[in-house]
Each structure stands twice: as structure tokens, then as C-alpha cells.
């Protein structure tokens, strides 16, 4: 069992696959001291649910990452969104949370969980009102 507590924190996910989305959201939080963990796989989500509130750490998936690295367009994008990429996410990231959010981008799937606890350890708190 995970030591650390994570529950007042929170974790905003932009992905590509819903069914890989789905299963990491039962398995990540466990392992990570039980943030809240809201997955999106597309950018009217992920900009709607950046926009809504204060987050701990805006986490970039892995499938993400790599597309993004090979300049191949991230699925889910919108008209706004089309092309961008992780640099532009990244603007849109602190302009709407901050310079106090965590960002994460794992390449790897067997990054992430150390990514995110490193992160989380130095995230804000945050509501869930």
C-alpha cells in the first residue's frame, strides 16, 4: 500500500485512447496516494476542464508525448487545438492554472507512476467543492 497521501490533490489527463484512458484511471490512482484523477481524450474536454478550476498536475500521456516528439498531430484536437503542440499546451497550461501546477509528460508507460508521485510532491492542494 502507498504511504503517501495524495487525496487533496488533483491530476487533469490529456490522452489519446479511451480504453487505455480508462483503464489507467482504476489502476494510476492506487499506486499514487489516491489523487483525484480526471481523464480526457479530447481537447473540448481537456480545455473546458482546465478552464473550470485549480488543478495539482496536468499530466501529457504517454501516446502524447511520442506522437507529439515524431510532429504528428495529437488525436482529439479542435479547430483551435488542430497542429499544436506540447509547447502550446503548455502556454495554455499556465495561462489558465498558473506557474504552480505540476506538469508531467511521460514518453513511457513505465514512467508514469514515477513521474506523477514526484510530481504530486510538490503539487498544490485542491478543492473539490
Do not use: H
Amino acid at each position: 500500500m502507498n504511504s503517501i497521501e495524495n487525496k487533496k490533490k488533483s491530476i487533469l489527463v490529456r490522452a489519446c485512447d479511451p480504453v487505455m484512458t480508462q483503464q489507467a484511471s482504476k489502476t494510476i490512482p492506487p499506486q499514487i496516494g489516491e489523487p483525484e484523477y480526471v481523464a480526457t481524450t479530447s481537447d473540448d474536454d481537456f480545455v473546458d476542464k482546465l478552464n473550470s478550476r485549480d488543478w495539482s498536475v496536468i499530466f501529457f500521456a504517454p501516446r502524447a508525448c511520442r506522437l507529439n516528439e515524431a510532429s504528428q498531430p495529437i488525436p482529439g484536437s479542435n479547430a483551435k487545438t488542430q497542429g499544436w503542440t506540447l509547447e502550446q499546451y503548455r502556454e495554455l497550461v499556465y495561462e489558465t492554472q498558473g506557474n504552480g501546477v505540476q506538469i508531467v509528460e511521460a514518453q513511457e508507460e513505465r514512467e508514469t507512476v514515477g513521474l506523477l508521485k514526484k510530481a504530486l510532491a510538490k503539487a498544490r492542494e485542491t478543492s473539490f467543492d
